[in-house]
């Protein structure tokens, strides 16, 4: 499980997301992490779908293998999963600021991170792998 966090403080010329280059970035670091291919599940999120990402999809075909999900279909989604477990966790924090919230789901995501039992389940509860 790779993750990247960004703050939107809704400062002027702030990015409100991930762009393109950010998640090629990810990626790209992803792989150097990991020493090998990366398997990417992506969903219908408009960024997942430009051409900039064909393009380096494509480019990259020898480290980078790509599942596309069917449009409207959470259930097969594993990030859901790993996103219920860390708003159960976080959802009575009476946070002082955004850097607090912040540092919070950094931190559940960290510790998810770390148990490949919990992210073997949330893959599991989407279908998509069987027990072998």
Same mark, same amino acid.
């Given at each position: 499980?790779?993750?990247?966090?960004? /703050?939107?403080?809704?400062?002027?010329? $702030? *990015?409100?997301?991930?762009?393109? =280059?950010?998640?090629?970035?990810?990626?790209?670091?992803? =792989?150097?992490?990991?020493?090998? *291919?990366?398997?990417? +599940?992506?969903?219908?999120?408009? #960024?997942?779908?430009?051409?900039?990402?064909? $393009?380096?999809?494509? %480019?990259?075909? %020898?480290?980078?293998? +790509?599942?596309? !999900? *069917?449009?409207?279909?959470?259930?097969?989604?594993?990030? /859901?999963?790993?996103?219920?477990? +860390?708003?159960?966790?976080?959802?009575? #924090?009476?946070?002082?600021?955004?850097?607090?919230?912040? =540092?919070?789901?950094?931190?559940? !995501?960290?510790?998810?991170?770390? =148990? #490949?039992?919990? +992210?073997?389940?949330?893959?599991?509860?989407?279908? #998509?792998?069987?027990?072998?």
């Amino acid at each position: 499980m790779i993750y990247a966090i960004r /703050e939107y403080r809704g400062r002027k010329g $702030e *990015p409100k997301g991930f762009g393109r =280059r950010d998640f090629r970035d990810l990626l790209a670091r992803a =792989r150097i992490q990991l020493g090998g *291919p990366i398997v990417l +599940v992506r969903d219908n999120v408009r #960024l997942h779908l430009t051409a900039g990402m064909r $393009e380096f999809i494509a %480019a990259n075909a %020898a480290w980078l293998t +790509v599942f596309q !999900l *069917p449009a409207y279909v959470p259930d097969l989604n594993p990030q /859901e999963g790993i996103w219920s477990l +860390v708003k159960r966790d976080i959802g009575n #924090l009476a946070a002082a600021d955004l850097g607090q919230i912040t =540092r919070a789901v950094k931190c559940r !995501l960290k510790q998810i991170r770390y =148990r #490949l039992d919990v +992210v073997d389940s949330c893959l599991a509860g989407t279908g #998509l792998i069987t027990d072998d």
